[in-house]
């Protein structure tokens, strides 16, 4: 078995930046060399997440939009009366959608439906720079 780690480094804009980023993914896989096996994606933060969608305008807005009523931007958090820094929400956020996701690899390729993309979901109240953990596991 083969062990295969990289990273995507990425600059978002937040608030929300959803942005597709299953073409980056499935060119470390390619260069990973590994055919079947797991896909294990991470993204370190506590505003951010990693989730599946499919990548059209219209279900990112849906998705946004029931982000925004899941954990209201313009609410209450006591993370913001402690530290003052205005993202309460986008932790609540992160935290509701999770910061990884884990696919099937096989034949060389993660099995994802026809319509169904791998996104970063950037939460926090400005842009960031994010970096991805990669890591791909299995028999070459």
């Known amino acids: 078995m083969a062990v295969y780690l990289d990273y995507i480094d990425l600059s978002t804009r937040g608030n929300p ?4 980023i299953t ?49 209201p931007q313009n609410m209450h958090y006591d993370h913001d009366a402690r530290w003052h820094d205005g993202n309460g929400f986008a932790h609540v956020r992160a935290a509701l959608l999770g910061p990884s996701l884990s696919l099937p690899i096989a034949d060389g390729h993660p099995l994802l439906g026809t319509w169904q993309q791998i996104v970063l979901c950037d939460f926090d109240n400005r842009p960031r720079q994010r970096k991805i953990c990669v890591q791909v596991s299995g028999d070459e």
């Open 17 to 20: 930046d959803i942005i597709d």
């Open 23 to 71: 073409t980056q993914v499935i060119e470390l896989i390619k260069k990973s060399s590994i055919r079947n096996g797991l896909l294990t994606l991470f993204v370190p933060g506590s505003t951010c997440a990693i989730t599946t969608i499919e990548y059209e305008s219209g279900v990112v807005q849906d998705l946004q939009r029931a982000i925004e009523r899941l954990a």
